[in-house]
């Protein structure tokens, strides 16, 4: 069982910046891949950014590229998304999620993920 703890969120306002951390139990050089996913209030669960721990590639959806940026830390088994020029639309529970012991495809795909964070919220003010 990998436990993920995610930590960093908070209120801020629009144009500010956020770094999101989410420490796993479990060496994450054994994860196959790391990602971050949000979902905001009446809206589905969206992937955000992921990354191959392994290689470094990434991902990131449309809505972040530019502002986000993914990142690892094998020693520190920690996972990182900086987050600037926040906007109010980037407002939703951010949740740290990893695959451990399978295939995943680097995507956005929330169902190649087999292991959740608690969360950690966000709020942008305008």
């Known amino acids: 069982q990998v436990q993920l703890v995610e930590s960093g969120g908070g209120s801020v306002q629009a144009g500010g910046s956020l770094r999101l951390s989410c420490t796993a139990s479990k060496y994450t050089y054994n994860s196959n891949c790391m990602g971050w996913f949000r979902q905001a209030p009446g809206k589905e669960r969206e992937g955000v950014a992921t990354i191959f721990t392994g290689g470094g590639r990434t991902y990131y959806a449309d809505s972040v590229k530019g502002r986000f940026t993914i990142s690892h830390d094998n020693a520190k088994n920690t996972v990182y998304l900086q987050m600037n020029s926040l906007k109010p639309e980037d407002t939703a529970m951010y949740y740290c999620?990893?695959?451990?012991?399978?295939?995943?495809?680097?995507?956005?795909?929330?169902?190649?993920?087999?292991?959740w964070g608690q969360g950690t919220q966000v709020t942008v003010s305008s």
């Open positions: 999620a990893a695959v451990y012991g399978r295939y995943c495809s680097g995507g956005a795909d929330a169902n190649e993920y087999n292991y």
